[in-house]
């Protein structure tokens, strides 16, 4: 079966600076990544995805890399903002099956 | 509007009781899933509809029922609550596309509290 586990429980930043979430995964077979944020009280929500055949992928402040040699993802968000303080998931998608990670709680200090 | 709803937000009951999470969509998704996150935050897949189907079903206490009367709901149902169901139970929603991807909407959750 699918593990996914986070290499940090807790990640405190200053606001500005950039932050990088990681990720590593078990299942080489696995060809779909998702990152996700929970805020606190809230459902978690998507941020960016990427498909196995990408090594990286950006979005607003965002950007996802893929490493499937090592079978590590990681999550960077730039100028990070207080705002973002949340805990965030990465996930890996097969067939209808969603199997999250343990969760980064990301603090930003202002 | 809102895209998933669950309900109720909190739920607190005694051990022995029986109870309903109620959950709806109207994203016009054809998947559906139940989530239970424990109070280290794991999140964990319990079960997964797809089009009133039954496809995934974790390893999970046959007290947990879940029903889907149609694509746009999917309720779960618990007997004989135990001190360890206390979690926040999500509900969420997706579209099945061909190419094996699949953004999940989740719902705002239901706490579990049992006393």
């Known amino acids: 079966g699918e593990s996914v586990g986070l290499h940090l429980p807790t990640l405190s930043v200053q606001e500005g600076d950039n932050s990088i979430i990681n990720c590593a995964y078990s299942?080489?077979?696995?060809?779909?990544f998702i990152w996700y944020k929970q805020e606190s009280g809230k459902g978690p929500q998507f941020i960016i995805d990427?498909?196995?055949?990408?090594d990286k992928r950006q979005g607003q402040r965002v950007t996802v890399l893929l490493n499937k040699t090592v079978k590590h993802l990681s999550l960077q968000i730039a100028a990070t903002q207080p705002g973002d303080s949340a805990v965030y998931f990465c996930?890996?998608?097969?067939?209808?099956?969603?199997?999250f990670g343990a969760g980064t709680r990301l603090t930003v200090k202002p | 509007d809102t895209a998933v709803s669950q309900t109720p937000k909190y739920l607190v009951t005694q051990m022995g009781n029986d109870k309903s999470i109620k959950c709806e969509q109207n994203?016009?998704?054809?998947?559906m899933y139940w989530y239970k996150q424990d109070s280290k935050k794991f999140l964990k897949i319990m079960f997964s509809?797809?089009?009133?189907?039954?496809?995934i079903n974790e390893t999970v206490p046959n007290r947990f029922s879940p029903k889907s009367p149609d694509k746009a709901h999917l309720n779960l149902h618990i007997n004989s609550l135990e001190l360890g169901d206390s979690a926040v139970y999500f509900c969420?929603?997706?579209?099945?596309?061909?190419?094996?991807?699949?953004?999940?909407?989740f719902g705002e959750g239901s706490r579990l509290t049992v006393l």
């Open positions: 969420a929603s997706s579209r099945r596309t061909s190419g094996n991807t699949g953004e999940l909407f």
């Open positions: 299942n080489s077979a696995s060809d779909y």
């Open positions: 990427i498909r196995s055949n990408m």
């Open positions: 996930a890996v998608y097969n067939n209808n099956d969603m199997r």
């Open positions: 994203l016009g998704h054809d998947t």
């Open positions: 509809y797809n089009n009133k189907e039954l496809i």
